[in-house]
Structure formats: C-alpha cells, structure tokens
C-alpha cells in the first residue's frame, strides 16, 4: 500500500513568517493529496486538497505544491498568526483506495 | 448541521470487558472509516465500509470489529480490550471513498487498565 513520509515533526516560527511542511509518498498510482490541520484537543479538518493533475493550488495564506515526478508535496503558509499553530498531517490516496496519512507535524507560531 | 457523532468522548475501561463506540452522520455519505491516534504515528486506519453491509480491514484492524447495518451507523466494537489499545479514536465519513474530503467526529479517548 501507500507510504506517506512527513516532515519536520515539529516546526517552530515566527509570527508573519513562512512555514512550509514537506510529504513524499511511494505509490506513483497516487491521486489524491489533502492536508488536514488539528488544533489541541479537537477534530482534524480539511484546511487545503490537490489532485494529480495539478500543480499547485492557493487558498489565501495557505498553498500546496505537487512534484509528481518527485513524489513528493509540500503545504506553505506564508504571514503565520498564532491561530496557525496545530498539527498538520498530510494524505495520499490512489484511486478509491483509503487514505494514508503522514506521522504530523506540530506547528508552533512565536507571537 | 452536518456532522460525525461519536459517544462516549472519554472512557476508561478494564481489560477484556467488552465495548463499543458510536459512531453516526448526518449527512448521507457512503464512505465511512475508523482511526486511531498515537503519538508520533499519526491517523492509522482500522476499518472502512464503503456503503450498507460492505466492510473491511484497514492498516491495524487486530482487536477491533465493525458493522455497517445502516448507512449513518458504523460503531467500533472491541471483544476483548487490551491496554494496547489505549489510544485517541477518530470515526470519518466521506461522500464516496473516492478524493473526497473527510469529516472527522470529536473523538474518543479510550484507556485500557
């Protein structure tokens, strides 16, 4: 099956500065690739998704990168605010497959 | 509103005495799912059931079973709990189970002494 690889595990930054959070995944078959964010103590939500046959998709402050080449995708949050901090987990999926998630990485912004 | 429900939120158990948690939606989705969890391991799947009646193992299914009788319900049963299944448990839904966005319920932690 899929293998999803995130990183950094944790990731600290300043307020207004830039985050990025990296995935690579093993299955060239993979389709699909949201991001899911989980603030303490509450649910994960869908903040941002792409698909394979695009290449990068904005939504505000926040964009995801696809290298299908590489196999690898990356989130960006660009202006950080406090409210930003949460642990993020990146997905992959093929086709109608399950959803395999990366380990998370646990984003803390410095005001 | 649209949502997951899971029940209970918090539970303490012994080992080996039967439970199970709920799990319901509301928004007429086949595809629905359980996780677990665990620190430094992220969501890690243990059943799906891609519609009424179909049912299947995911990456950690030992120790847990699953029903899907009617398309809002699909409760997590555990025989016989073991303290390794200590752990945050996430029920989801989705419309198909096909690149669609995943609804997550509020979660339930459960501790196995």
């Known amino acids: 099956g899929e293998n999803v690889e995130q990183h950094p595990s944790t990731l600290s930054v300043q307020e207004g500065d830039s985050a990025v959070i990296k995935c690579t995944y093993s299955d060239s078959a993979s389709n699909y690739f949201p991001w899911y964010k989980q603030e303490l103590g509450k649910r994960p939500q869908l903040i941002i998704d792409i698909r394979s046959n695009v290449g990068e998709k904005k939504d505000q402050r926040i964009a995801v990168t696809l290298n299908k080449t590489a196999k690898h995708f990356s989130l960006h949050i660009t202006e950080t605010q406090p409210e930003d901090s949460a642990v993020y987990f990146c997905a992959g999926q093929t086709g109608a497959n399950n959803l395999f998630f990366g380990t998370g990485t646990r984003l803390t912004v410095i005001p | 509103e649209a949502q997951v429900t899971q029940n209970p939120r918090y539970l303490i158990t012994v080992t080996g005495k039967k439970l199970t948690v709920t799990c319901s939606q509301n928004m007429n989705h086949e595809y629905m799912s359980w996780y677990r969890q665990d620190p430094g391991l992220g969501l890690r799947q243990i059943y799906y059931s891609m519609n009424v009646e179909v049912t299947d193992k995911g990456d950690v299914p030992e120790g847990y079973k699953v029903s899907r009788k009617e398309k809002r319900n699909f409760p997590l049963i555990l025989e016989s709990p073991s303290p390794n299944q200590t752990s945050l448990y996430f029920c989801?839904?989705?419309?198909?189970?096909?690149?669609?966005?995943?609804?997550f319920g509020q979660g339930t932690r459960l501790t196995v002494v």
């Open positions: 989801a839904s989705s419309l198909t189970g096909m690149n669609t966005e995943a609804f």
